[in-house]
Structure formats: structure tokens, C-alpha cells
């Protein structure tokens, strides 16, 4: 089993930055392949972005390509998102999760593990 918990969260204006992390321990961090996910008020968990398991390999929602950038240092056991050019739209808690299988997949139901989440809101 890996625990997973979020931090960098924030309020901030409309085209500012933000850059959240993901701390994991447990097992190691790097037999799991990564996401974030982000869920706002009464909508859906959506797909934010993926990464491999040695990073090799991303994959973005077409939201964020061009301003999100994931990343993760397994030797730190922590996956980061960098938020640029932030938008009102993006204001939503961000999830990050794990699954043990290699290949990308953007379905939550499809992720083994999950942390408690970070509040991001964004001000027009």
C-alpha cells in the first residue's frame, strides 16, 4: 500500500502559478505509475494529467496542455504539477493517485490509491 498527501494549494489570482506536490510512502514509489485529477463543487473528478512510472511518459487533458507540467523525483518519492497560466476555471481541489499497473489510463475508478486532496481557487 502507498500513502499519498498533497500540499501546495492556495488561492490565486487569474494567470498567476502555483506548484503542487505529492508526497508518497509505503511501498515503493516508483512501481507506480501517477495522475492528478481535480474535482470542483458539483461536478465530476476529471483527468488532469499522467505520468510513468521512471517518467518517461506524459499525457495532459487538453484543459491544461501548454500550461500544466507534471513531473516526479523518485528518489524523493514525490510527483509535482506545475500550474501556469492559471484560469478561473481551473479553481478545483486536485488529487493526486497512484496504480500499480504501467499503462496510461485517465479513469479514476482505474487508480489504486489516492490522497486527501489540495484546495486550489483561482480569482478573476
Known amino acids: 500500500q502507498v500513502q499519498l498527501v498533497e500540499s501546495g494549494g492556495g488561492l490565486v489570482q487569474a494567470g498567476g502559478s502555483l506548484r503542487l506536490s505529492c508526497a508518497a510512502s509505503?511501498?515503493?514509489?516508483?512501481?507506480?505509475?501517477m495522475a492528478w485529477f481535480r474535482q470542483a463543487p458539483g461536478k465530476e473528478r476529471e483527468f488532469v494529467t499522467f505520468?510513468?512510472?521512471?517518467?518517461?511518459?506524459?499525457y495532459y487533458a487538453d484543459s491544461v496542455k501548454g500550461r500544466f507540467t507534471i513531473s516526479r523525483d523518485n528518489a524523493k518519492n514525490t510527483m509535482y504539477l506545475q500550474m501556469n497560466s492559471l484560469k478561473p476555471e481551473d479553481t478545483a481541489v486536485y488529487y493526486c493517485?497512484?496504480?500499480?499497473?504501467?499503462?496510461?489510463?485517465?479513469?479514476?475508478?482505474?487508480?489504486?490509491?489516492w490522497g486527501q486532496g489540495t484546495q486550489v481557487t483561482v480569482s478573476s
Open positions: 493517485a497512484a496504480q500499480i499497473r504501467a499503462w496510461y489510463t485517465d479513469k479514476p475508478e482505474e487508480y489504486n490509491y
Open positions: 505520468i510513468s512510472r521512471i517518467g518517461d511518459r506524459t
Open positions: 509505503g511501498r515503493t514509489f516508483s512501481n507506480y505509475a
